[in-house]
């Protein structure tokens, strides 16, 4: 991999072969820790078949992987209300699996099927359950952050509780926009809790060829917002970071902006690795690998002995068992009409 000599204070936790990731941490109740493991696995083996099925042909429209990087919406959507506004970006498959566990809803969508969650019509990139409190996901780098900024003012202005999230990449730190919504929401006290999810990569560009530094969490100091810069590989990481940022959010503290280190397996777009574009990242990804959220949990599970490696095995059977049940189910759901596709392009 190429040597950078631009180095932050916190290089030791961009670097893929640190002691620190062998840290393992506890949480809460063992339950708790086998209900987040399942719901890593079921966004794990959805983004697979949906990878698996480009690969066949039967997925056309365009889609952002996010497998290595599950830790994050789980531990984030633990603290998360229904009444809470979430938004997403163009890798958004695990934030809207973390709040539904609906993988139906997300494969008749990469389908174009009716019964998918934005009715066939947007396809990976455009996702949406409000029951659930997720308000959509975007392809424009960034154009959601300004959006949960005026989702907070929204719940600030109800006198309630509630919170908005936004999550985006390191790229987006880049924009314009996202800038101006730190300001604007720390200004004003907005209940709005920033999700960076920092994985090197603005589509093929490492962030030391666009950034000075490894870190984005220099931003939010510089707006005088509240930060956390975290392993998001560790899902007891996650959850506890998120325990701190809600409870200040909900407590009217005002924004939270927290950083999460992690790294995505697979390219851009699509299936491939993205190994032969110049990357580099071939040398470093199967370090990477080892920080795998999901065998981290299920190592430390069974270190403990809180889980034996024959109910994982059933675990494990049973989430395949539900992703297959699922795409079978959407691969033979009906497309929109051409009534339906009319009536939602043209008015009247």
């Not at 029951?131 to 202005?157: C, E, L, Q, R």
Request: charged letters at 20%.
């Amino acid at each position: 991999m190429k040597k950078y000599s631009n180095k932050s204070v916190s290089d030791e936790l961009f670097n893929p072969e640190s002691p620190i990731f062998g840290i393992q941490l506890t949480y809460d109740s063992i339950e708790s820790q086998i209900k987040h493991l399942k719901s890593m696995l079921v966004i794990r083996y959805a983004e697979e078949k949906i990878a698996n099925e480009i690969i066949a042909g039967n997925v056309k429209c365009p889609c952002h992987l996010g497998i290595g990087q599950e830790a994050i919406a789980v531990g984030v959507s633990a603290f998360l209300r229904k009444s809470d506004s979430v938004f997403g970006a163009h890798r958004s498959h695990s934030h809207f699996l973390a709040l539904n566990n609906d993988p139906y809803s997300l494969f008749a969508e990469v389908l174009g099927r009716i019964d998918g969650c934005s009715h066939g019509m947007g396809g990976s990139m455009h996702l949406i359950d409000k029951d659930n409190g997720f308000y959509g996901s975007v392809p424009i780098v960034g154009a959601t952050i300004p959006i949960a900024v005026g989702a907070g003012f929204a719940h600030k202005m109800e006198k309630s509780t509630n919170l908005s999230v936004t999550y985006f990449g390191d790229g987006a730190t880049e924009e314009g926009v996202f800038h101006e919504s730190l300001n604007l929401a720390k200004i004003n006290e907005l209940p709005v809790l920033f999700i960076c999810e920092n994985n090197l990569f603005a589509s093929h560009m490492h962030i030391l060829e666009r950034q000075p530094t490894y870190s984005t969490v220099r931003y939010a100091k510089a707006h005088n917002v509240q930060s956390l810069l975290v392993d998001g590989n560790d899902l007891a990481a996650v959850y506890n970071a998120t325990k701190i940022a809600t409870d200040y959010i909900r407590s009217g503290n005002g924004p939270f902006y927290i950083e999460f280190v992690t790294y995505r397996w697979k390219g851009h777009v699509g299936p491939s690795d993205d190994n032969d574009v110049g990357l580099l990242r071939n040398e470093v990804l199967e370090i990477w690998k080892k920080r795998d959220p999901i065998k981290r949990l299920i190592n430390s599970l069974k270190t403990s002995q809180s889980i034996l490696e024959s109910e994982f095995g059933l675990i494990d059977s049973e989430i395949k068992k539900f992703i297959e049940e699922s795409w079978e189910k959407a691969k033979v759901s009906e497309y929109p009409s051409k009534d339906f596709l009319y009536n939602n392009t043209y008015s009247n």
